[in-house]
């Protein structure tokens, strides 16, 4: 593989497996409490901070009522940023002090919180007063292309919204391989990614990757993988991602 398709091909296959990239989300923070990021903001100190609503806590009603939107907002929205800081702030800890025994918990809570964070700062700018009706121009034309028409891409967002088991959100992402729409549905927020987080490093851990050299021994085999680990690419990944945020 040459440089450059080497790098295309490392650029394509980090947004594919990313599943979900947020676009700038545009909400009015002021730029000195942010630091380059597109829409969910983050503090001098790299500490997350709860985005602005862009439109007053009365202004979907009748839709969406006041109290339900003060509330989802200022207290719900609010407990995944503080829990995303939180976790972040105990494995910070847990680092210094060399102690791995938490972090297996912990990274369900980044996880978790980091996921919730991420999908409600999309819902609010997903949602406005002046909203309603149906897409148009592009978004429009790779609706039709995707579903045949609105109505029935309609019908079936709805269809995973509503089927979703317990808690958790309808989805639709735009998967970057081929351009295409597709609807997805997510349990709790995360199971157990962060949506718009883009891989930069993955090591695969399926039997089927290890098992026949090292048997049940994975710890091993995750040992040994990083004799093989192309820091090089990672980098190259790495700073791919810098430019977007
Ligand atoms: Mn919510």
Redesign the pocket.
């Known amino acids: 593989m040459d440089e450059l398709t080497r790098r295309d091909w490392l650029r394509a296959a980090g947004v594919a497996t990313g599943g979900l990239v947020l676009p700038g989300l545009g909400c009015a923070v002021a730029a000195d409490t942010m630091v380059g990021q597109a829409g969910v903001p983050v503090a001098e100190d790299g500490s997350y901070l709860l985005p602005p609503l862009p439109y007053a806590y009365n202004a979907l009603e009748p839709h969406i009522d006041e109290e339900t939107l003060r509330t989802?907002h200022g207290k719900?929205?609010a407990a995944y940023v503080n829990g995303l800081n939180a976790a972040l702030g105990a494995l910070a800890g847990a680092r210094t002090k060399g102690d791995t025994s938490a972090v297996p918990g912990l990274v369900k809570k980044v996880a978790f919180h980091g996921s919730?964070h991420v999908?409600?700062s999309l819902?609010w700018v997903n949602l406005s007063p002046k909203g309603g009706g149906e897409p148009e121009g592009d978004l429009a034309a790779a609706i039709r292309r995707e579903f045949g028409s609105y109505a029935t891409f309609k019908k079936e967002l709805v269809a995973a919204t509503n089927a979703v088991e317990g808690s958790g959100w309808g989805i639709l992402v735009r998967e970057p391989w081929s351009g295409r729409l597709v609807i997805l549905a997510a349990e709790k927020h995360e199971n157990f990614t962060v949506w718009g987080a883009i891989p930069l490093l993955v090591i695969d851990v399926w039997e089927h990757a290890y098992y026949l050299k090292y048997k049940n021994m994975r710890a091993a085999y995750v040992d040994a993988i990083f004799n093989v680990i192309d820091w090089e690419a990672v980098a190259t990944r790495h700073a791919w991602v810098g430019k977007l945020v």
């Open positions: 989802h719900h929205h919730g999908l409600h819902y």
